[in-house]
């Protein structure tokens, strides 16, 4: 056996002394370590020195370098977690605090739903790429409707120039008339007041017959001239008159044409494009209202949340237009049956909304029991196949200082009470049945 030096021999000790201060340090700390941290105990315990040692430390070694690996992964991960969680925090209040156009508000609503989903790298690239078309979409709109107002108010500006003008030169006209006739009057009495002093003075009846007769020649000949000038300046205001008449209709017509477009853009904006059914801004817009309604009048004012049974199954079997053409025959079977107060609405995807005015929860059912009957009989087909296709529904009442969260959240508690108890049905909310989980 070779002599070890002093020193190697120190170090010896202050190693065995680390690997023992190390063993209870680690006892605990992670499960890879346990198996490798009670195999050196058991070789320390049976007086291994550091040489027999070396294979189970090489093994800790290589267990801590892979724990350290799997923690600054988790630490990446996490950040990069973080740092999506932040970014898309940023984009819902850059879409909060930007002023969206009515025909974009449902894009906003669909994506800031999305923001709140669990997503994966892809998804979150996704939504990335929707937020940043969107915003360029929104720019774009604006650009241009902001061109279309420039050009409005340019030409509208040019209209009402070339109107004040022909007011002005109507306004000359009248004033020169007024002018005119002023000194017409004056020359008339300064006529009158010769022939007068003539007839004073004359002596021989033809020698006044001859003055007056001049006189009143001459003022025959102004008031024929003054009678064609206004006759010109009236025929010219007249004129103006009807370039005004011409130039206001236009404007009219354009300034109609501009509120028409608007018109259907809120329209528009506010309808679900595919069922033709207002969408989920118009309703709440109208929930809004009736709820108010609601309160002010102390009348009953029901809320029903209908969703399509399996409709993703029919989505698979039978292709995405079969979807389209169900979600199309729904939304017209339940405009169809109920009653012109009643407010139907595409709220999104498979569901629907009704809000029902002056009827409480149990005349909504009655209602709700007959249309989802007409549904399960309407004989619903895909290319001569039928299709079997059933609805259920929750229904909510509002009550006093309700607000309308409130109901929504109790009809959709129904509707999932409806589901869970084998669909095809309409249920009230507490009309009986456990609450559904949140």
Known sequence: MKNTSPKTAELGKLLYKLVIQFLIFSKGQHKLLEPHLLQVSKQLKAGGNLGELT????????TLLHISKQEQSKKSGSDQMSQNAYLLQQIDQLLTDTSVPLKFQQHKVALRRKFKAELDDEAFNQIIDLAVALLCD????????????????????????????HAEQVGQSTRLSMDHREELNSEINLRLDDIKGHANQAQELSALKAVTTEHLERLMAQ?????????????????????????????????????????????????????????????????????????????????????????????????HKAGDKTLVLVGQ???????????????????????????????????????????????????????????????????????????????????????????????IYGSGFAQAPI
């Open 55 to 62: 294979q189970e430390l090489q093994a800790i070694s290589k």
């Open 138 to 165: 929104i720019r774009d709109y604006t650009v241009s409707e902001q061109k279309d107002i420039d050009v409005f108010l340019t030409d509208l500006t040019d209209q009402l120039s070339e109107i004040e003008q």
């Open 333 to 427: 079977l339940l405009k169809n049956n109920c009653r012109e107060t009643d407010f139907v609405a595409r709220y999104g995807g498979e569901e629907f909304l009704m809000l029902l005015p002056n009827t409480d929860a149990e005349e909504a059912l009655v209602m709700a029991e007959s249309i989802r009957d007409t549904i399960e009989n309407c004989g619903f087909n895909h290319n001569g196949e039928s299709v079997n296709l059933t609805i259920c529904c929750g229904i909510s009442e509002f009550a006093d200082n309700d607000q309308h969260d409130d109901v929504f959240m109790r009809a959709d508690m129904a509707l999932y009470q409806a589901k869970e108890s084998g669909r095809n049905r309409c249920l």
């Open 223 to 319: 008031l024929l001239a003054y009678k064609q000038s206004e006759d010109e300046r009236q025929q010219h205001a007249e004129r103006q008159i009807a370039m005004m008449t011409l130039k206001l209709q236009a404007l009219e017509m354009e300034t109609e044409a501009l509120r028409s477009k608007l018109r259907v853009e809120h329209d528009r904006a506010l309808c679900d494009a595919l069922t033709g059914l207002p969408n989920r801004l118009a309703y709440e817009d109208r929930i809004e209202m009736e709820a108010n309604r609601c309160r002010r009048y102390r009348n009953p004012l029901a809320l029903i949340i209908w969703d399509i049974d399996y409709f993703k199954r029919i989505n698979d079997n039978y292709g």
